[in-house]
Nanobody, 121 residues
Framework: QVQLVESGGGLVQPGGSMTLSCAAF????????MAWYRQAPGKERELVADITSGGNTNYADSVKGRFTISRDNAKNTVSLQMNSLKPEDTAAYYC???????????????WGKGTLVTVSS
């Protein structure tokens, strides 16, 4: 059984920084693209950033220049460094990864349960 577990959320002041981490546990043969999504109250879930297994990254326009996604393939982890945080960054942040549990298995997307980030003074 594969699980994604996020950590690092909480309360931060506007202009502050925070790092989110997500670790994949369980039977894992390989991991493809890993990503962070967020969902603010009353809004749809949106892509924040993603990173391929080769390290290519993609960011939402709203976070470009402020957020940095990275991964450690040896540890099956993905992180999101968030700088210059704004109140509009307040949301539940979710980790997503495309994981192949065993060799010759088909892969599928897995989601973490989310971690709440609140940006407020």
């Amino acid at each position: 059984q594969v699980q994604l577990v996020e950590s690092g959320g909480g309360l931060v002041q506007p202009g502050g920084s925070m790092t989110l981490s997500c670790a994949a546990f369980g039977n894992i043969f390989s991991i493809g693209t890993m990503a962070w999504y967020r969902q603010a109250p009353g809004k749809e879930r949106e892509l924040v950033a993603d990173i391929t297994s080769g390290g290519n990254t993609n960011y939402a326009d709203s976070v470009k220049g402020r957020f940095t996604i990275s991964r450690d393939n040896a540890k099956n982890t993905v992180s999101l460094q968030m700088n210059s945080l704004k109140p509009e960054d307040t949301a539940a942040y979710y980790c997503k990864a495309f994981i192949v549990p065993r060799r010759f298995d088909g892969g599928m997307h897995y989601w973490g349960k989310g971690t709440l980030v609140t940006v407020s003074s």
